[in-house]
Nanobody, 127 residues
Framework: QLQLVESGGDLVQPGGSLRLSCAAS????????ISWFRQAPGKEREGVLC????????TYADSVKGRFTISRDSAKNTVYLQMNSLKPEDTGVYYC????????????????????WGQGTQVTVSS
């Protein structure tokens, strides 16, 4: 059974860094597009970054360009979200998702309904 587990969320001061992990079990993560989404209190879930099965990356949120990067460690079956220069507006629950379906599973998409999600990890940026 496909399972994703996020970790690494924490309370951090503005300007700080965090690295989130998305560990997969029950499937080979590199065969899927993996996206990070986030949801701030009272707001809709928004796409942040995606890595396709081919290793290409897509940045969905303009606000994270130059600050966040996504990477994959196939040996550990894990995708990472490196977050630098964090701002209070980055606060929220961060979710990783694996693209569903056989035909297009390797392709990134902003459509959240096309992913299987983990339980999320809380990131709070505050002084």
């Amino acid at each position: 059974q496909l399972q994703l587990v996020e970790s690494g969320g924490d309370l951090v001061q503005p300007g700080g860094s965090l690295r989130l992990s998305c560990a997969a079990s029950g499937f080979t993560l590199e065969n899927y597009a993996i996206s990070w989404f986030r949801q701030a209190p009272g707001k809709e879930r928004e796409g942040v970054l995606c890595i396709s099965s081919g290793g290409g990356t897509t940045t969905y949120a303009d606000s994270v360009k130059g600050r966040f990067t996504i990477s994959r460690d196939s040996a550990k079956n894990t995708v990472y979200l490196q977050m630098n220069s964090l701002k209070p507006e980055d606060t929220g629950v961060y979710y990783c998702g694996a693209r569903k379906g056989q035909l297009f599973r390797g392709l990134c998409t902003l459509q959240g309904g096309l992913y299987s999600w983990g339980q999320g990890t809380q990131v709070t940026v505050s002084s």
